[in-house]
């Protein structure tokens, strides 16, 4: 499920506002697992960002989503998968 302060930011992204980093929901519920993504005070999208996954009663800590996406087996092309990876998007750097 794509939170609802996603869908607002990529919104605002389209109308060529970059909504601040408090703006957006930090939280990603797959049902069997939860990834946080912690954003440093005073830094952008880019910089600074760590990834804590909540499984089987365990805590990790990631710094890329492509280790989070192998730990949580998330696959291209699943429901789970592509909403994590909609997701990320919004942590990650504008590709040009």
């Known amino acids: 499920m794509i939170p609802e302060s996603v869908l607002k930011a990529s919104i605002l992204r389209a109308c ?3 909504p601040p980093a408090a703006g957006i929901n ?3 519920d797959g049902g069997t697992f939860q990834v946080y993504a912690t954003v440093a005070p005073g830094t952008h999208f880019s910089e600074e960002i760590h ?3 909540y499984q089987d009663g365990g805590t990790k800590l990631f710094d890329t ?3 989070v996406l192998r730990v949580v087996k998330a696959a291209k092309g699943t429901p789970t998968g592509d909403a ?3 997701f990320f ?3 990650l ?3 040009t």
């Open 16 to 18: 060529g506002i970059e």
């Open 26 to 28: 930090r939280t990603f």
């Open 51 to 53: 990834f804590t996954v």
């Open 65 to 67: 989503p492509k280790e």
């Open 84 to 86: 994590l990876r909609a």
């Open 89 to 91: 998007q919004h942590y």
């Open 93 to 95: 750097p504008p590709t």
